[in-house]
């Protein structure tokens, strides 16, 4: 059993930032990939950003890519998502997910994918104010 833990949400100001951090516990971190996702109120959970067991590859959701980035701490089993310049639009609860389970085909795809991941966190409210 794994359990992830998220941490960092807060209200901030449009143009601010703040950091997420998803800590993994109860299995070795050994996600095939891990990614983040929001869900805003009245609509579905969307994709934010996703990244590969290393690291070495990371991919994003248009809305976020170039304020947003990913990443992981595999020795502290922690990961990480760097927000900067929110604006209002960025406000929702945002939940970590790992994906356990080997896989096959095109990582791209399937990590944008709520279905492909095998654990999520409670999630962590992020509200940015105009």
């Known amino acids: 059993q794994v359990q992830l833990v998220e941490s960092g949400g807060g209200l901030v100001q449009a143009g601010g930032s703040l950091r997420l951090s998803c800590a993994a516990s109860?299995?070795?971190?050994?996600?095939?990939?891990m990614g983040w996702f929001r869900q805003a109120p009245g609509k579905e959970r969307e994709f934010v950003a996703a990244i590969n067991w290393s690291g070495g590859s990371t991919h994003y959701a248009d809305s976020v890519k170039g304020r947003f980035t990913i990443s992981r701490d595999n020795a502290k089993n922690t990961l990480y998502l760097q927000m900067n310049s929110l604006n209002p639009e960025d406000t929702a609860v945002y939940y970590c997910a790992a994906r356990l389970r080997p896989y096959y085909g095109d990582y791209y795809v399937r990590s944008r994918l709520d279905y492909e991941y095998d654990y999520w966190g409670q999630g962590t409210q992020v509200t940015v104010s105009s």
């Open positions: 109860g299995r070795t971190f050994s996600a095939y990939f």
